[in-house]
């Protein structure tokens, strides 16, 4: 759910592509970047969010990679969750 609602996120907010990279000067995507770290990290034991972003090419359209970790109780190594999107 937390990887989809900041797809949702981006998607509304898409231009330029790579918004939500964490280095734009966006002021939505940063206010959107700092709610959902916020969110993923108070929401989920040890909580962590990231998001990496690549260039789309003449033949295919730029991604968003969004992974979410945490820790799950009773295991030795975090889960982690990724959601594509492409734009």
């Given at each position: 759910?937390?990887?989809?609602?900041?797809?949702?996120?981006?998607?509304?907010?898409?231009?330029?592509?790579?918004?939500?990279?964490?280095?734009?000067?966006?002021a939505?995507?940063?206010?959107d970047?700092?709610?959902?770290t916020d969110?993923?990290e108070?929401?989920?034991?040890?909580?962590?969010?990231a998001?990496?972003?690549?260039?789309?090419?003449a033949?295919?359209p730029?991604?968003?990679?969004?992974e979410?970790?945490w820790?799950?109780?009773?295991?030795g190594?975090?889960?982690?969750?990724?959601?594509?999107?492409?734009?």
């Amino acid at each position: 759910a937390l990887a989809s609602d900041l797809a949702d996120r981006i998607r509304s907010n898409r231009l330029p592509a790579n918004n939500y990279t964490g280095t734009g000067v966006n002021a939505r995507a940063i206010a959107d970047l700092a709610d959902w770290t916020d969110a993923v990290e108070t929401q989920l034991p040890g909580g962590e969010g990231a998001v990496r972003f690549r260039d789309g090419t003449a033949t295919t359209p730029a991604q968003y990679m969004i992974e979410v970790s945490w820790n799950e109780v009773g295991q030795g190594d975090p889960t982690t969750f990724e959601l594509r999107l492409e734009i």
